[in-house]
T-cell receptor, first 112, second 113 residues
Framework: NAGVTQTPKFQVLKTGQSMTLQCAQDMNHNSMYWYRQDPGMGLRLIYYSASEGTTDKGEVPNGYNVSRLNKREFSLRLESAAPSQTSVYFC???????????FGEGSRLTVL | DQQVKQNSPSLSVQEGRISILNCDYTNSMFDYFLWYKKYPAEGPTFLISISSIKDKNEDGRFTVFLNKSAKHLSLHIVPSQPGDSAVYFCAARRYNQGGKLIFGQGTELSVKP
C-alpha cells in the first residue's frame, strides 16, 4: 500500500521557471492538502481540496495554483518560481473532517 | 502571528526517562489538537490527538495533556526510547476544519542510549 506518493522528490529551478508537483493517494480519501515546511516555521497550508471538484486557499496561497484532477490526484503548480518558494513541499490526504493527515515523503524545491 | 508555538527547538533526554514536549496556542477557537512525528527525509506521521472536551488522552507510551485555561498542551513519552528521536510537531484546528491545521515550529527530540 503506497499511501501518498509525491513526484519529483527533488527539483532545482531558476527564477521565473514553472513546474508542477504531482501527488496521488490510494487510500480513497476525500480530502487532499498541500503544505510547505520552512525552517523555524513548521508546516503551513498552501491549498486544500475538501472533495473531488473543489479547491480552496490555505494560509499561504500566493504564487501557487492547484488542480484536483480526480479523487486520487492533486497537483500544485508554480507558474513563475521565486527564491521565496524554496521549501520542502508535502502533500497529504485525509478522510473528511479529521485532522489525521497522511503525508507523502516530501518534495524539496530550490529556486535559484 | 504564530497561533501555535513550540518554544523549545530541541530537547535531549536519557533513554528510559520521561520526555515532555510543550506547546502553547493563542486561538480559543481551536477545538482539536494533534501531535505529529517526523523523521529526516520522511513526511510527518500522526501520533496522537485530543479533543478540547478532554484534558488527557493516552496511547501506549504517549500521553497528551490539555490545559484549556492556560492554552497549553504537552506530550509525555514514557519511557523514552532511542527510536523516539525525531522532530515533533504540535498542530491545532478549529471546529469542522478537517485537515486545515495550524502547526507549531517543531521540537527536535534526541533520546540518548
Amino acid at each position: 500500500n503506497a499511501g501518498v506518493t509525491q513526484t519529483p522528490k527533488f527539483q532545482v529551478l531558476k527564477t521565473g521557471q514553472s513546474m508542477t508537483l504531482q501527488c496521488a493517494q490510494d487510500m480513497n480519501h476525500n480530502s487532499m492538502y498541500w503544505y510547505r515546511q520552512d525552517p523555524g516555521m513548521g508546516l503551513r497550508l498552501i491549498y486544500y481540496s475538501a472533495s473531488e471538484g473543489t479547491t480552496d486557499k490555505g494560509e499561504v496561497p500566493n504564487g501557487y495554483n492547484v488542480s484536483r484532477l480526480n479523487k486520487r490526484e492533486f497537483s500544485l503548480r508554480l507558474e513563475s518560481a521565486a527564491p521565496s518558494q524554496t521549501s520542502v513541499y508535502f502533500c497529504a490526504s485525509s478522510e473528511s473532517n479529521t485532522g489525521e493527515l497522511f503525508f507523502g515523503e516530501g518534495s524539496r524545491l530550490t529556486v535559484l | 502571528d504564530q497561533q501555535v508555538k513550540q518554544n523549545s527547538p530541541s530537547l535531549s533526554v536519557q533513554e528510559g526517562r520521561i520526555s515532555i514536549l510543550n506547546c502553547d496556542y493563542t486561538n480559543s477557537m481551536f477545538d482539536y489538537f494533534l501531535w505529529y512525528k517526523k523523521y529526516p527525509a520522511e513526511g510527518p506521521t500522526f501520533l496522537i490527538s485530543i479533543s478540547s472536551i478532554k484534558d488527557k488522552n493516552e496511547d501506549g507510551r504517549f500521553t497528551v495533556f490539555l490545559n484549556k485555561s492556560a492554552k497549553h498542551l504537552s506530550l509525555h513519552i514514557v519511557p523514552s526510547q532511542p527510536g523516539d528521536s525525531a522532530v515533533y510537531f504540535c498542530a491545532a484546528r478549529r471546529y469542522n476544519q478537517g485537515g486545515k491545521l495550524i502547526f507549531g515550529q517543531g521540537t527536535e527530540l534526541s533520546v540518548k542510549p
